[in-house]
């Protein structure tokens, strides 16, 4: 009786708590800021710290760190990552100045191509803790992004800097 009990009591605590989401530090030693990824998105490690791709291999989402004195680099290894993709901007970018939970940030949205059609990228900064800044970055179609709006959202709302 009591190992019946202790089966069921496991099976419910693996179905009702299974893992959904995993929670990255940026960087990892002395992390100034967080993020919560899904599980379903592939996560690799960049030089700056994390790029996602959602489950449909449609939208990918990056987010890096770095100190105030490097956010040049940082832009550089994004500008190169564009031009490696065959990313090319339409034009200008439209710059919005946003909150994203709690903290400012400036949003610079491209209407864009790829070898796919149509795109957009959007790169978004905000101050972290210790003189760092956090660089945002999602690419994806429109179509691509409404498909994935539920994880995207939950992404958003999981960045945390860390003052």
Not at 2 to 11: D, E, I, N, S
Not at 31 to 41: E, F, G, L, Q, Y
Not at 65 to 83: G, T
Not at 107 to 131: C, H, Q, R, W
Request: proline residues 6%.
């Amino acid at each position: 009786m009591v190992r019946k009990f202790m089966l069921a009591a496991a099976f419910i605590v693996a179905v009702a708590a299974p893992a959904y989401a995993k929670n990255y530090a940026l960087p990892e030693k002395n992390p100034v800021a967080t993020v919560v990824i899904p599980d379903s998105w592939e996560v690799e490690e960049s030089d700056y710290g994390y790029s996602a791709t959602s489950p449909d291999e449609d939208v990918i989402f990056s987010i890096e760190s770095a100190s105030a004195s490097r956010v040049d680099k940082m832009i550089e290894a994004n500008l190169k990552w564009m031009n490696d993709q065959e990313i090319v901007p339409k034009g200008k970018a439209v710059e919005e100045d946003v909150n994203i939970n709690g903290f400012p940030a400036k949003v610079y949205s491209y209407k864009a191509t790829d070898p796919e059609g149509d795109t957009l990228i959007e790169f978004v900064m905000m101050p972290a803790g210790n003189g760092r800044v956090l660089l945002l970055t999602f690419w994806g179609s429109q179509e691509a992004r409404d498909e994935n709006k539920a994880d995207i959202s939950n992404i958003i709302m999981s960045v945390k800097p860390i003052n």
